[in-house]
């Protein structure tokens, strides 16, 4: 028997799985800045994470931040799984449980804390794995700008865009049965 229940965990699944694919897709994907490449996964977690709960968050961020790294860069998939996995809880978190007559502005303390969280976990992954602080701080510019593009972007597809809107509309405020 197929009830409202089913078809909204239905949803919700697939929502997630279709995070996910994007943000192995994006991690494989960097694009040519001076010095280093600019990869567009943050503002596909940032923008899952204002709109999932914080376990589908997780899957979206770290699970599928791994499986990018996995297929493409296998050095820092471990690296990748903490730091966007935790990334997007924090979003998820803060968007949930911060200022509920302010979504926006909780959204936005959120994916403010996850980049400091996303460009910290990096750096200090970077310095672990190539066993050289200098060349995480080479690389801090990088994080940086790529941590401030995706909470920007995410901001502007979940609220400018109005996808929180219809997320809610079709499935509801977080998942199903949870």
């Not at 909204?8 to 800045?33: D, E, H, Q």
């Not at 803060?94 to 936005?108: E, I, Q």
Request: net charge positive; aromatic share 10%.
């Amino acid at each position: 028997m197929v009830t409202n229940s089913s078809i909204k965990n239905t949803r919700w699944l697939c929502i997630t799985a279709l995070f996910m694919a994007l943000n192995v897709a994006m991690s494989s994907y960097g694009v040519p800045v001076p010095g280093g490449h600019l990869y567009l996964n943050d503002v596909v977690i940032c923008t899952a994470a204002i709109i999932l709960d914080p376990f589908s968050a997780f899957c979206v961020g770290g699970i599928g931040a791994f499986l990018g790294d996995l297929l493409f860069y296998p050095t820092s998939m471990f690296v990748s799984l903490v730091t966007h996995g935790l990334q997007a809880v924090v979003i998820s978190l803060c968007t949930r449980k911060l200022l509920k007559d302010h979504p926006v502005a909780a959204s936005g303390i959120g994916v403010f804390l996850g980049a400091i969280v996303m460009v910290v976990g990096y750096s200090l992954g970077r310095a672990f794995i190539y066993s050289t602080p200098e060349y995480a701080i080479l690389k801090l510019p990088f994080q940086i700008l790529q941590a401030a593009v995706g909470a920007v972007a995410g901001m502007i597809i979940c609220w400018k865009f109005k996808l929180v809107a219809l997320m809610q509309k079709k499935v509801g405020k977080g998942r199903p049965n949870a």
